[in-house]
């Protein structure tokens, strides 16, 4: 089992940069496909970024592609979203994801965190 907590959301103005968080626990990453995905209200899930296992590879969403970077630091067995210029419609819960395979917006993963919400207002 891995268990996945995310933390760094919050509100911020249109333009501005957040970066998430993803702690894991119970197991080491360094074996684990990482991503994000994210879901507004009313909303389904969307992928945000994936990451290979030694984060030699990164894969975006059109929507976010040129402004956030995901990575990933194997020591520490965390994940991180550095989001810039953040619009309106990036809002939501972003969730962390890690899994056997590799992530892509098909959704499969098998392990998911609560999540963290991120406001931006316009």
């Known amino acids: 089992q891995v268990q996945l907590v995310e933390s760094g959301g919050g509100l911020v103005q249109a333009g501005a940069s957040l970066r998430l968080s993803c702690a894991a626990s119970g197991r080491s990453i360094v074996t684990y496909y990482m991503g994000w995905f994210r879901q507004a209200p009313g909303k389904e899930r969307e992928f945000v970024a994936a990451i290979t296992l030694s984060g030699g590879t990164t894969y975006y969403a059109d929507s976010v592609k040129g402004r956030f970077t995901i990575s990933r630091d194997n020591a520490k067995n965390s994940v991180y979203l550095q989001m810039n210029n953040l619009k309106p419609e990036d809002a939501a819960v972003y969730y962390c994801?890690?899994?056997?395979?590799?992530?892509?917006?098909?959704?499969?993963?098998?392990?998911r965190g609560q999540g963290t919400q991120v406001t931006v207002s316009s």
């Open positions: 994801v890690a899994g056997r395979g590799p992530i892509t917006n098909r959704g499969n993963y098998d392990y």
